[in-house]
């Protein structure tokens, strides 16, 4: 009996690189499929709360799915709880544009909220992305599905990766998986089981006339540790990091008690 499963992301169902994994995933699991009806980058775990959504059940390709008016955390909550037939047990969200390693990208990622999202209210959940450069956005439309084939290898990584998931004994404090594929990478190509690098994005906005607008920081994988994400990025190796989201700093909490009870 195969396992039922929601898929999602935060670049839109039309994006290239949402096909590929469906179709792939698919193969193994029930799979439905609720994603924004739009691009939805750097919205992290947001949830829409003044505004109606809007559910639209459409065509790609093969597959219907449902296109939300809103985030991907707003996808994974009306995926778990309204749009399924019988509740999802396992989230995968992906495969991005762009890498989310390191925790400036991470936090700030759709991709990875919906993960987030999906794990707060007790779901396990893979967030999947593929290292891009601002070369790549020259040559690709990553809206045009002529591109799909840039997908076909990650796409089978990612739906490896969910199936040693989804059969793993994990330890509860594991909450979600993020995987950070290099370009060029196939099914030969080595995993690394890494840490989340400490990094920042750096500047964000250019002033436009009265206004400012986003204009992205390019992606850097040079000079961070080994063991990371980022460095596993860099020599080309697929990166896989557990993430919990205990956010709760143990090795202070018992400085800082003491200094409460003798400040206060």
């Known amino acids: 009996m195969m396992i039922d499963i929601l898929l999602t992301n935060d670049d839109g169902y039309q994006a290239i690189g949402f096909y590929p994994l469906l179709r792939e995933l698919a193969k193994k699991f029930n799979v439905i499929a609720v994603a924004p009806d739009r691009k939805r980058s750097w919205q992290g775990k947001a949830i829409t709360c003044y505004n109606d959504?809007?559910?639209?059940?459409?065509?790609?390709?093969?597959?219907?799915?449902?296109?939300?008016s809103g985030t991907p955390a707003d996808c994974v909550q009306l995926g778990l709880y309204d749009l399924a037939p019988s509740r999802p047990k396992f989230v995968v969200s992906g495969i991005n544009i762009g890498l989310n390693a390191g925790h400036g990208r991470?936090?700030?990622?759709?991709?990875?909220?919906?993960?987030?999202?999906a794990a707060i209210d007790g779901t396990k959940a893979l967030a999947s992305s593929l290292h891009l450069t601002w070369d790549h956005d020259k040559e690709i439309n990553y809206f045009d599905r002529a591109f799909y084939h840039i997908y076909e290898?990650?796409?089978?990584?990612?739906?490896?990766?969910?199936?040693?998931?989804?059969?793993?004994?994990?330890?509860?404090?594991?909450?979600?998986?993020?995987?950070?594929?290099?370009?060029?990478?196939?099914?030969?190509?080595?995993?690394?089981?890494?840490?989340?690098?400490?990094?920042?994005?750096?500047?964000?906005f250019a002033k436009q006339g009265e206004k400012y607008r986003h204009i992205g920081s390019p992606p850097n994988t040079k000079g961070y540790p080994n063991g990371t994400d980022l460095n596993a990025l860099e020599n080309e190796r697929i990166s896989v990091t557990p993430v919990s989201l205990d956010l709760t700093s143990?090795?202070?909490?018992?400085?800082?008690?003491?200094?409460?009870k003798i400040k206060w």
């Open 53 to 68: 959504l809007e559910v639209n059940k459409v065509k790609l390709e093969e597959f219907e799915v449902y296109a939300v």
């Open 106 to 117: 991470i936090l700030s990622s759709g991709t990875a909220g919906a993960a987030m999202e």
């Open 153 to 204: 290898n990650p796409a089978k990584i990612t739906a490896k990766l969910v199936e040693i998931t989804i059969n793993a004994n994990l330890k509860d404090d594991v909450d979600l998986i993020s995987v950070n594929i290099p370009f060029a990478a196939d099914m030969n190509t080595p995993c690394e089981v890494t840490d989340i690098a400490r990094d920042k994005y750096g500047k964000l």
């Open 250 to 260: 143990k090795e202070s909490k018992k400085e800082l008690s003491d200094l409460i």
